[in-house]
């Protein structure tokens, strides 16, 4: 930064410069405002600000190149914005980028804490230590804050609980998984985090589809990174990278020109991959989302899991299996009562799902389920097409589909079986998972075929401490879900 004093007759002069600050009787501005500030004569013209070297980092060699080269980007600037799809590896090469740091702070979705953050780091980086600071108890999050660590995770919500405390501990480095999250400027979450910034020296930012909406929700992201690529100021930046719509003043767009002087700048301090940019990335990529169970969610698993526990030993293995069905309705947020009425309750499942599908963006996705009324619900709140055997137009929403007309396609594998080729799409979500290998293993080969030229990414919703582990975990060694859960919930008796 520079630090000048500017006379009172200047001031009106430096208000188009993005990124200045006043602070105890001084103005200071970035290094990029040097030629302006030379135009207004507060600096002498024969100054000069010396180039950046670039360092070469000596990397973990389990990165692949293209990561490599992103996280040697990052570590030059010291704040840096890792815009890459799913699946590219945002996580690793994070963790990457705190190797460089001594005490780090992560803020994330609480789904990917432990199966993306803890998971990842104690594979390639045993010798780190993390700590996650998710608690329903205030008193043990301030415990944990308090041990010693390399990394500390949070979930979002868990940041305004304890902000005063994550402000005095001293972190010189903080990572915001699915930065998306603060796409709203005005919003708690993202003036937190603003003010996190301000204090901690080296600040990534990471998302798959950083603005779901508009452009314009890329503001408080770099703002965070550094206010000196967009300014502080979110109205001078709107008038400057957007349109103002006449007809309807609360509307902005961007023409051509408004969006490559946008992008330019942006891409000085952030960097945006795509999947099929990464040639050396393995070809399938699964990721577990998990969820908390709801109060009323979990009395109602309990209750069933209890009566299922109480009469295992007297029941058919057909009557076990429809009740292992029961569950996982529950597990998806409905039950049928006796008179055949379906009761819908809140699940946070749907919350999750709603955060992948922000994050992958209008590419398309297939989401696959195992009851009718989750994909009827489902594809009406979410903006899609469902498919079941009540559909009478079954070949033209699968020709849409390919075509790219439909967007988000949910469905039951059974649907959609052998012989069908979804290149269009490399996306799937498991909203629930079937109990049959077969099923499983066919739903993935719908888009990871012949003519397929990107990595596909499989993304499995999973609520915690539920059969849906046991389910995932049966599936992906190739043994039978029913079996297993019924010796072991046999045994627990």
């Known amino acids: 930064m520079i630090k000048l004093e500017v006379p009172k007759d200047k001031i009106r002069y430096i208000r188009t410069i993005e990124g200045r600050k006043f602070r105890d009787g001084f103005w200071f ?3 990029s405002s040097l030629p302006k500030l030379q135009q207004i004569g507060l600096i002498d013209s024969n100054i000069e600000i010396p180039k950046k070297e670039i360092k070469q980092y000596d990397l973990s060699r389990h990165l692949y ?26 996580t690793i090469m994070s963790l990457e980028i705190t190797n460089y740091y001594k005490k780090t702070l992560v803020i994330c979705p609480l789904s990917i804490i432990e199966n993306s953050w803890i998971n990842d780091c104690n594979k390639f980086y045993p010798n780190k230590k993390i700590i996650s600071l998710w608690d329903k108890s205030k008193k043990k999050r301030l415990k944990r804050l308090q041990e010693e660590a390399d990394i500390y995770i949070i979930n979002f919500e868990g940041v305004r609980l304890i902000f005063n405390e994550l402000l005095k501990s001293n972190f010189d480095c903080l990572i915001v998984d699915e930065s998306s999250k603060l796409k709203d400027q005005k919003s708690q979450i993202s003036q937190l985090v603003l003010k996190l910034s301000e204090h901690i020296p080296h600040r990534f930012m990471l998302s798959g589809t950083p603005t779901p909406n508009h452009n314009s929700e890329i503001f408080t992201q770099m703002k965070a990174i550094n206010p000196e690529i967009f300014g502080n100021n979110y109205y001078g930046f709107l008038a400057k990278y957007f349109t103002q719509d006449m007809s309807n003043p609360h509307r902005w767009f961007q023409t051509e020109e408004n969006k490559e002087l946008f992008f330019n700048r942006l891409s000085e301090q952030s960097v945006f991959i795509r999947k099929d940019d990464c040639l050396d990335l393995p070809d399938k990529v699964f990721t577990v989302r998990k969820y908390e169970l709801g109060k009323e969610q979990r009395k109602y698993y309990n209750d069933m899991l209890e009566d299922i526990k109480n009469n295992i030993n007297v029941w058919s293995k057909f009557e076990f299996t429809a009740k292992l069905m029961k569950l996982r309705q529950i597990l998806s947020g409905f039950i049928i009562d006796k008179n055949n009425q379906i009761i819908d309750f809140g699940t946070s499942k749907d919350i999750e799902l709603e955060g992948v599908l922000d994050e992958i963006g209008d ?18 709140r979410f903006n899609g097409i ?7 137009n079954r070949d033209k929403i699968i020709r849409d589909f390919k075509e790219g007309k439909i967007k988000r396609l949910f469905v039951h594998p059974k649907l959609l079986g052998k012989g069908l080729t979804f290149t269009n799409c490399n996306y799937n979500i498991y909203y629930s998972l079937s109990f049959s290998y077969e099923e499983f293993k066919q739903s993935q080969d719908r888009i990871h075929r012949i003519g397929q030229t990107n990595k596909c990414t499989y993304i499995v919703l999973q609520a915690k401490n539920t ?14 879900a029913v079996e297993e859960l019924y010796l072991t919930l046999g045994a627990d008796v």
Request: hydrophobic letters at 30%; glycine letters at 8%.
């Open 363 to 380: 590419k398309p996705v297939i989401i696959w389920c195992q009851f009718v009324h989750e994909i009827e619900k489902l594809s009406k």
């Open 386 to 392: 469902g498919l079941t055997s009540k559909t009478s």
């Open 65 to 90: 190149k293209y990561q490599r080269q992103i996280v040697n980007q990052a570590l030059n600037y010291g704040s840096y914005g890792i815009f890459a799809e799913v699946g590219t590896g945002k």
């Open 467 to 480: 059969i849906d582990e046991s389910i995932y975990r049966c599936l992906q060694n190739k043994k039978s």
């Open 29 to 31: 501005f970035p290094e």
